[in-house]
């Protein structure tokens, strides 16, 4: 039973045959979350607003057709979930084919390689073979921003969650990334400036902690990698997190 404010409506329902009782409005996703439940993600996290972006968190409710995502689906009274069968893996791994079909597959030289989301949810859905080929638009040659002194962005690694777009509007409010263009030409991009440095980016690293990828790295992991042991705190300037990392 999640904690809920004094006034809040309890809702009860079954995920993966366990009783959760959450308030009203919460999610499937963080239900089941909070009942110890952990459904495959990409554009969702802890702190931003849901999105509904990747189809990854799809689930299975009883006598309602289709597969709504859990991200972005209330829970409701008497609701019965299913969040693991053998469909909803194939759907998943579908997703996280057309999700690799563009993207470059250099994962044991890059930066992220072991800490990276994409990286773990392929392998969380088991999938080993991509029917569609590799020649998203995205493996073209596409310019890397690293006109930031602290991070770099390689639009080549990007899967287009918007993670760093909400982060950069709802954790920051600084509204300096956007996203351009539709499907396979859909990128992120600075808003209405050339690159990250001539942006209202000010550096505030919450792209980069949003990043599932490591479109958006830190300019310091790619010269000498993810250190072993990291202190986060946080002061009221801006609510990031400010990372001391140790060696
Ligand atoms: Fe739900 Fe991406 S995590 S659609």
Redesign the pocket.
Known sequence: RASALPDARMVTLTIDGATVEVPEGTSI?RAAALGGTSIP????TDNLE????????LVEVEGRAGYP????TPVTPGMVVRTQSERLTQLRRGVMELYISDHPLDCLTCSANGDCELQDVAGAVGLRDVRYGYEGANHLAADKDESNPYFAFDPTKCIVCSRCVRACDEVQGTFALTVEGRGFDSVIAASQSEDFLSSECVSCGACVQACPTSALIEKSVEAIGTPDRAVVTTCAYCGVGCTFRAE
Not at 41 to 44: P, Q, T, V
Not at 50 to 57: D, E, I, M, N, P
Not at 69 to 72: E, L, Q
């Open positions: 996703m993600k990409l554009c969702a849901a999105f509904g972006s990747c189809r990854v968190c995502a859990s991200c972005t």
